[in-house]
């Protein structure tokens, strides 16, 4: 799932988004998540019920840091 936070939900959108991610829950789906969210903003945006299931599947967090490269790729 990637650019996960890149704008604003409609409420349509966010409930999509919920069931999508409980169903991937349930069935214990392995799924990554692409963010360019720091984690508080990324548990804000996801809200705290999905995010403490992310937490509960055992989630493993990665950071890459650095300079963006999209600018040098066109």
């Known amino acids: 799932m990637d ?3 890149k704008r604003v939900l409609a ?3 966010r409930i999509q988004l919920e069931e999508l ?3 991937w829950y349930d069935n214990r789906l392995p799924t990554v998540y ?5 984690q508080s903003e990324f548990r804000r945006f996801l809200g ?3 995010a403490d299931r992310l937490r ?3 989630v493993k967090r990665f950071a890459f ?7 040098e790729i066109m």
């Not at 692409?34 to 720091?38: A, D, K």
Request: hydrophobic share 25%; aromatic share 4%.
């Open 3 to 5: 650019e996960i936070g």
């Open 21 to 23: 991610l409980s169903s």
């Open 65 to 71: 840091d650095g300079e963006s490269l999209r600018g």
């Open 48 to 50: 705290d019920r999905l």
């Open 11 to 13: 409420d349509w959108q």
């Open 56 to 58: 509960e599947n055992r």
């Open 34 to 38: 692409i963010t360019n969210l720091e």
